[in-house]
């Protein structure tokens, strides 16, 4: 099938590797110039396992990039949107780049077209987009905008994508929902079939449910240091109900990224102007806060004043096999640590290059164990295997006080105690 998807950004780029890759002829097209020439040449912008394998193997064949919105549009019969929505000062999404696509789309219609929004925004934004292209454009065609929302993780993205839990498909009209179903039947997914406006919902509601469900473990885990037990095992074992489940369940330094603030933040702002207060999200956003400031705390309770402290802070990014440094706990944890005097050494496995620019005034070390060098504490940030995997007698040779604080519990307590160190998780004494 004929695809083109406007913008190739996280989640563009993974939908137009996969679409060709399962055999479409796709065209990804962006504003950007010097992206898509990089492009092009087969550079990725972006740090995501296997997705330059995929547009490699696809690029110059079924796969093309342009910055002619006009040639995309015209050459396909499917037209993915998937620019940003990044979130405004008081937390509602910026739908620019949605609406002006959706107008460039409708100056370039050229007959009937499925126009699928997989970029995530506020409910009632599919019926803009389709009020918007009907006044852009000059002749009358049927174009059916469909919502497509994405369910991708990113570090993931690319499994994600081919192997989802179910694909959503929200629209009026029966056809295009046939249409857009015989583009994912590769996958042999469950998919849903269902409203635009209840798709845009579910997207939202996924998210925020699923940042509220870190943010509860995360409560408990503060709460279990205060009565001696073990978030670990108090997981798992609420995670044995099905009703519960495993997943997300992980208690940390808090979330962060471009997708779990952002929607959030979108989701309370759109209730507030449907004049509905979303106390529980509200709460979720002063705990995620709470939790993230409180890894200074930590750090602090096993160290005592931070003047004149050597730090090493493992892991950068928001998680781990990314590079993407948006809402990174590290970042505005790190900054806390330089106002409060500690000299920080950090390293990345993925992140260093955008690093640099994010974080002046730190030092970045080669690798880990250059990170820890001459330490007075180890911050641990995200939870990358090779940070599990690390020699641990050697770090603490390395370190001037052998000191841990984990902020996503990669290490055993037991163990690393036995080794010498003092060590301080979150949710374990
Ligand atoms: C999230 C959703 O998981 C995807 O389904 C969705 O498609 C995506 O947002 C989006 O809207 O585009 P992503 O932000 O890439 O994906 O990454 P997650 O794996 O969800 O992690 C988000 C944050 O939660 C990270 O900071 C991570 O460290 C934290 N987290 C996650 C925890 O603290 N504990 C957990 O148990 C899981």
Same mark, same amino acid.
């Given at each position: 099938?004929?695809?083109?998807?406007v913008g190739t950004?996280?989640?563009?780029l993974v939908?137009c590797?996969?679409?060709a890759?399962?055999g479409n002829?796709?065209?990804?097209?962006?504003?950007d110039?010097?992206?898509?020439?990089k492009?092009?040449q087969?550079e990725?912008?972006i740090?995501e396992p296997?997705?330059k394998?995929?547009?490699?193997?696809?690029?110059?064949?079924?796969?093309t990039?342009?910055?002619?919105?006009?040639?995309g549009v015209?050459?396909s019969?499917?037209?993915f949107?998937a620019v940003?929505?990044p979130?405004r000062?008081?937390?509602?999404?910026?739908?620019t780049?949605?609406?002006?696509?959706?107008?460039?789309?409708?100056q370039?219609l050229?007959?009937?077209k499925?126009v699928?929004?997989k970029?995530?925004?506020?409910?009632g934004?599919?019926?803009l987009?389709?009020?918007?292209?009907?006044?852009h454009?000059?002749?009358q065609n049927? #174009?059916?905008?469909?919502?497509n929302p994405?369910?991708?993780?990113?570090?993931?993205?690319v499994h994600?994508?081919?192997n989802?839990?179910?694909?959503?498909?929200g629209?009026?009209?029966?056809?295009?929902?046939e249409?857009?179903?015989? =583009?994912y039947?590769?996958? +042999?997914?469950?998919?849903m079939v269902?409203?635009?406006?209840?798709a845009?919902?579910?997207?939202y509601?996924?998210n925020a449910f699923?940042?509220?469900?870190?943010?509860f473990?995360?409560?408990?885990?503060?709460?279990?240091?205060?009565?001696?037990?073990?978030?670990?095992?108090?997981?798992?074992?609420m995670?044995?109900d099905?009703?519960?489940?495993?997943?997300f369940?992980?208690?940390?330094?808090?979330?962060?990224?471009?997708?779990?603030?952002?929607?959030?933040?979108?989701?309370?702002?759109?209730? +507030?102007?449907?004049?509905?207060?979303f106390?529980l =999200?509200?709460?979720? #956003?002063?705990?995620n806060?709470y939790?993230k400031?409180?890894?200074l705390a930590?750090?602090?309770?096993?160290?005592?004043p931070?003047?004149?402290?050597?730090?090493?802070?493992l892991?950068?990014?928001?998680?781990p096999?990314?590079?993407?440094?948006?809402?990174?706990?590290? #970042?505005e944890?790190?900054?806390l640590?330089?106002?409060n005097?500690?000299?920080?050494?950090?390293?990345?496995?993925?992140a260093m290059?955008?690093?640099?620019?994010?974080?002046?005034?730190?030092? =970045?070390a080669?690798n880990a164990y250059a990170?820890?060098a001459?330490a007075?504490?180890l911050?641990?940030?995200? +939870?990358w295997?090779?940070?599990k +995997?690390?020699d641990?007698?050697r770090?603490?040779?390395?370190m001037r006080?052998p000191?841990? #604080?984990?902020g996503r519990n990669?290490?055993?307590?037991q163990?690393?105690?036995?080794?010498?160190f003092?060590?301080?998780?979150?949710?374990?004494?």
């Amino acid at each position: 099938m004929k695809i083109c998807v406007v913008g190739t950004g996280y989640v563009g780029l993974v939908t137009c590797a996969c679409f060709a890759d399962l055999g479409n002829d796709v065209i990804g097209v962006d504003a950007d110039a010097d992206k898509i020439k990089k492009l092009h040449q087969g550079e990725i912008p972006i740090f995501e396992p296997g997705l330059k394998e995929l547009v490699d193997r696809n690029r110059g064949k079924r796969l093309t990039f342009t910055t002619d919105l006009k040639a995309g549009v015209q050459a396909s019969e499917f037209i993915f949107i998937a620019v940003g929505t990044p979130p405004r000062e008081n937390g509602e999404a910026d739908l620019t780049a949605v609406k002006q696509v959706a107008a460039g789309i409708g100056q370039n219609l050229n007959g009937p077209k499925i126009v699928v929004d997989k970029s995530t925004v506020p409910v009632g934004m599919g019926d803009l987009v389709a009020s918007i292209i009907e006044e852009h454009s000059a002749h009358q065609n049927k #174009v059916d905008v469909v919502s497509n929302p994405e369910f991708l993780r990113e570090g993931s993205a690319v499994h994600d994508f081919m192997n989802p839990n179910r694909v959503l498909i929200g629209t009026n009209d029966t056809g295009a929902a046939e249409r857009v179903s015989e =583009l994912y039947a590769p996958l +042999e997914a469950e998919i849903m079939v269902t409203d635009l406006r209840s798709a845009e919902m579910i997207k939202y509601a996924s998210n925020a449910f699923l940042a509220t469900k870190i943010t509860f473990i995360n409560e408990i885990a503060n709460l279990c240091e205060k009565v001696g037990a073990d978030v670990s095992k108090v997981a798992h074992g609420m995670g044995l109900d099905s009703r519960i489940g495993p997943a997300f369940l992980s208690a940390g330094a808090g979330y962060g990224g471009s997708c779990f603030p952002k929607d959030v933040s979108a989701l309370i702002h759109k209730a +507030e102007k449907e004049g509905y207060d979303f106390r529980l =999200l509200k709460a979720v #956003v002063a705990a995620n806060q709470y939790q993230k400031r409180s890894m200074l705390a930590r750090i602090k309770e096993v160290l005592g004043p931070l003047e004149g402290k050597q730090i090493a802070t493992l892991g950068l990014s928001f998680k781990p096999n990314t590079d993407d440094l948006r809402e990174a706990v590290a #970042v505005e944890v790190i900054h806390l640590l330089q106002e409060n005097g500690a000299r920080v050494r950090a390293y990345d496995p993925a992140a260093m290059k955008l690093a640099a620019k994010a974080l002046p005034g730190v030092k =970045l070390a080669e690798n880990a164990y250059a990170a820890v060098a001459g330490a007075d504490c180890l911050v641990v940030f995200t +939870e990358w295997n090779e940070f599990k +995997e690390m020699d641990l007698a050697r770090v603490k040779s390395a370190m001037r006080t052998p000191v841990i #604080v984990d902020g996503r519990n990669i290490f055993d307590p037991q163990k690393v105690k036995a080794l010498g160190f003092k060590y301080r998780g979150v949710g374990r004494k």
